[in-house]
């Protein structure tokens, strides 16, 4: 039989690429939706491929790049370290990799693609009873935003714009409402122990 070259097959997104040597100050992002996009799209976990998860249902969009950070995994630890922040209790992770929101000026209209980014924080996010922190960052290099070094940074307004996206993106007409919080804004120094958190239940899950 033949033998098939090495690199014949394209990489899982989650599984095949690296987050980086420098993480969790300087990771890789898998980007699934733009600014652009009226369609959620979202990782398929199986293939690799972008799948479309639905029509986003209002006007509202995504307002960053948004995806995932490869190599996590939001399970035990991130749980746990989400309970000792929030002070609540019966919290597990989500069973996804862990999300992130990349800021940059450029004007990038598609996703499947991977994204250089410096995470300068985070927010604690629970959707009924799921952990599900979003990671913020900005493009690594980016003109306007590359000397962000934390959130507090951020103008409020995008910080509002963010908060709104994620508290109301899940939302649709008719059907019961979401119950989704956002308990804590949190640091760069905190996104990087949630990064490294994920890291270790991709670890003991995938390894």
């Not at 733009?34 to 398929?44: F, H, L, N, R």
């Amino acid at each position: 039989m033949e033998k098939q070259p090495k690199n014949q097959f394209q990489l899982h997104p989650w599984h095949g690429i690296e987050i980086g040597e420098n993480a969790p100050k300087e990771i890789k992002s898998f980007i699934e939706i733009t600014p652009s996009d009226s369609v959620k799209y979202e990782i398929d976990k199986a293939s690799g491929f972008l799948k479309v998860d639905r029509p986003q249902k209002f006007s509202n969009v995504v307002p960053a790049l948004y995806g995932f950070i490869p190599k996590t995994y939001c399970a035990e630890n991130v749980a746990e370290f989400c309970m000792k922040k929030s002070g609540k209790s019966n919290i597990v992770g989500d069973g996804d990799p862990l999300d992130i929101c990349v800021l940059s000026e450029r004007n990038i209209i598609h996703g499947n693609i991977i994204v250089p980014a410096i995470p300068i924080g985070g927010f604690r996010m629970i959707d009924n009873g799921e952990a599900d922190d979003k990671i913020i960052a900005i493009l690594k290099g980016d003109e306007v935003y590359g000397n962000w070094n934390d959130v507090n940074q951020c103008p409020e307004s995008l910080i509002k714009r963010l908060k709104h996206y994620f508290l109301t993106y899940k939302n649709i007409p008719g059907d019961a409402i979401t119950k989704v919080e956002i308990t804590h804004i949190y640091s760069q120094q905190e996104a990087f122990e949630v990064i490294k958190a994920s890291q270790l239940d991709y670890q003991k899950h995938y390894f």
